[in-house]
């Protein structure tokens, strides 16, 4: 079996390889190729990559190369991982909508469109150079804006599917304060990527038994700490909101809280760089505790569950993955791309039946649901109309000032990366 992860230069590889080491009876891989236009960078991460598997005793080769065509070519699945314009791109992200007094934020607002319309051509060009040299590959995205990526994979005909590690995240956490395996969590989870709600927590699978109440009742302080949420909010709802939903249910809080400290981006690039350091150091043979606070926890975990279902060598599974609507949240059309629970297999991801929805999550849903989908075209087609009209149409945005305005800095602050301006 072959793998290529495209950025795979990124800080975050590290923990994908300690991953496809340790779960290697689940996905056998026989060759991984990690593919970055960064030549110093990769050679550091590969370095560390290698001597990762050498520890764990995986018999696979790691292969590195600044070379698309080449390192797709035969591969059985793609993973995604970029991020145009590196650190950079995402600092502007996260500090000019603050200008118009709005989120800052890499993948919600004006910064996720940003995000998107640098990202989106960029993927499908990869994407087309992965049909050419092999149409049966699968593609696995974790390259944000996931929802609207992958519902550009999809529309253009590629077999692919979009994942984050929210969920698994949750469920991981969950299961310790259940005091049980993360097998045993089945989670009701529910709405777009960075826009889901965990409605039930069920313990054995999809018909278990449901213990959010339980959940909230015994441990809703430390779940609301961790949300960073009132607890009387999680109480209120009934629900465990994902955290990004704190920049909607607390938009303006959080926009004072982002003009008094320095962007993620800036935290980020700093760390990165004490994070490569680490990597060229020949006698680090696994991936350090300081990789923890990149971000991406159990990311590797759900690649490889995910992957090792599509290329059948784990069997059918059931995870939460970003795929079509094809029916299941009756309100949105079926080619919107939803996450939710599915059962994966080699024929792809096919969503669980999800229980209808309260008004006050489905509103918001269909809401963010209709920029996407103008977001996408504006991602695909260019022109200032369309990003104007993506902003407006945005539930922190919406209204025609700062639409204008988030409009003109948009595209100053993203002309090198956009072929249209």
């Known amino acids: 079996m072959k793998l290529a992860v495209v950025g795979g230069g990124s800080t975050y590889t590290p923990e994908l390889i300690d991953g496809f080491a340790r779960l290697r009876d689940t996905l056998p891989v026989e060759e991984l190729v990690l593919v970055d236009p960064a030549a110093d960078r990769l050679d550091l991460v590969g370095g560390l990559a290698r001597r990762i598997f050498a520890k764990q005793g995986h018999p696979g080769r790691i292969v590195t190369t600044s070379d698309v065509d080449a390192g797709v070519a035969d591969a059985d699945a793609v993973l995604l991982q970029l991020r145009v314009g590196g650190q950079a791109a995402r600092n502007q992200d996260e500090t000019w909508p603050l200008e118009c007094g709005c989120i800052g934020q890499e993948t919600t ?53 979009g994942l984050c590690n929210v969920a698994i995240g949750l469920q991981r956490k969950f299961a310790r304060l259940l005091d049980v395996t993360p097998g ?34 015994e441990h809703g302080a430390a779940i609301a700490d961790d949300l960073r949420m009132p607890r009387a909010i999680i109480d209120r709802l009934g629900v465990v909101p994902s955290y990004y939903l704190r ?46 606070k990149r971000g991406g926890a159990f990311y ?14 784990g069997g059918a599974a059931v995870q939460v993955v970003n795929t079509y609507n094809k029916g299941t949240l009756p309100f949105l059309p079926d080619d919107a791309v939803i996450e939710v629970q599915a059962r994966v297999d080699g024929t792809g991801a096919t969503p669980l039946a999800a229980a209808e929805l ?38 922190l945005i919406g209204q025609f000032e700062y639409a204008e305005a988030l409009t003109d800095k948009l595209i100053a602050h993203n002309r090198e990366h956009l072929a249209w301006a």
Do not use: C
Not at 300 to 313: H, P, R, T, Y
């Open 300 to 313: 590797s975990e759900a690649a490889v569950d995910l992957a090792s279902s599509l290329l059948g060598s």
């Open 184 to 217: 045993e969590v089945h989670l009701d989870h529910v709405g777009l990527n960075h826009l889901t709600w965990e409605l039930g927590v069920r313990l054995g699978g999809p018909d278990g038994e449901d213990v959010l109440p339980k959940l909230l009742a």
């Open 358 to 395: 309260d008004p006050l999550y489905a509103g918001l849903i269909a809401n963010v649901t209709a920029y996407e989908d103008l977001a996408l075209e504006a991602a695909l087609r260019g022109g200032r109309e369309r990003v104007f009209k993506a902003l407006l149409a945005h539930p």
């Open 109 to 161: 607002g004006a910064g996720g469109l940003a995000k998107a319309l640098r990202t989106v051509p960029v993927v499908l060009d990869i994407a087309e150079r992965v049909r050419r040299t092999n149409p049966d590959a699968w593609i696995i995205d974790f390259t944000n804006p996931v929802g609207i990526v992958t519902r550009a994979l999809l529309q253009a005909g590629h077999k692919a599917v």
């Open 247 to 292: 920049y909607f249910y607390a938009h303006d809080e959080v926009v004072r809280e982002l003009g008094t400290k320095p962007s993620r981006a800036a935290e980020v690039a700093a760390m990165e760089k004490e994070l490569l350091a680490m990597y060229g150091d020949p006698a680090l043979d696994e991936k350090p505790a300081l990789l923890a």
